[in-house]
């Protein structure tokens, strides 16, 4: 997919590199993330794993989570997300099911990885089948899960998304 | 990697499916997921994506932010996942990010693709480079997001994880 980037998402960007800077002497992983809808930010966040206690505090994740809670809803169509450094898989998850439009970011999976971070590897086992993963991942298939689905299907008040 | 499933990984795993089943009566979507240490449970959740506004509440991503808190620390190492649904592409980041050693699982991601969920469609968007998949991934390489690894080496009161 072809884009032309504009002047503005240029200064979003480096904001968000900002923000990761920042972030940094608050305690957190060097990492940052805003979200704009219709060009003005929404959201803003860094990294807070450690300060956290939490491995999911990821700046993306924290972001969407923010925004989502500033627009009451799960749904950030049309909504843009600047990251400082390339998504982790988990993020870019995130970013799939919060159906986020577009993604800009400065460095890449690799450069995470020289700076001592699992995005690379953790994207290279994603691809593998469960049992070739470095977790163990086991599939118990005689403990019925489907039934659960199909109880979803006939239940009348859900809500798809 | 080889595993002996044993009967409380069956009685855990029906467990999680019971959550499950028991969150679509709350508003949340048919997924359910625990996590133990030293076989014992330390947290359960099910799914509150829709009535949270939050994307990232899914199961298993609750029930790591719920485990972390409550052992106050970010790092899950020695503990076991059991999810009634195989863990999606964001799930599966959280997993690896949190240090989970064993995952167990019943319905698998076709079965919740049959269900309308985008868990397959995400994990072969995962496994495509950023400028090959639906959402538009855009590096903009002339900002300079390096130098927040830099400093993050520098810093010496960081925490690695």
């Known amino acids: 997919m072809k884009v032309r980037i504009k002047k503005i998402d240029r200064e979003l960007l480096k904001r968000a590199v900002d923000i990761a800077e920042q972030g940094i002497q608050k305690g957190g992983g ?5 979200i704009t809808l219709n060009g003005k930010i929404i959201s803003e966040a860094h990294n807070e794993v450690v300060y956290s206690s939490d491995p999911t505090a990821h700046a993306e994740i924290l972001a969407i989570r923010k ?3 500033s627009l009451r809803s799960h749904d950030l169509s049309g909504c843009d997300l600047y990251a400082s450094c390339e998504p982790c898989p988990m993020c870019l998850g995130a970013i799939y099911w919060s159906g986020i439009s577009r993604v800009f970011y400065a460095s890449e999976r690799e450069d995470a990885a020289n700076a001592g971070f699992g995005d690379k590897l953790f994207y290279d086992e994603l691809s593998k089948s469960p049992e ?7 599939r118990i298939g005689d403990i019925d899960g489907s039934r659960v689905f199909k109880l979803w299907e006939r239940y009348e008040k859900k809500i798809r998304y």
């Open 30 to 34: 060097p990492f940052g993330a805003l």
């Open 67 to 69: 925004a989502c809670d």
């Open 132 to 138: 070739e993963r470095n977790i163990l991942f086991c």
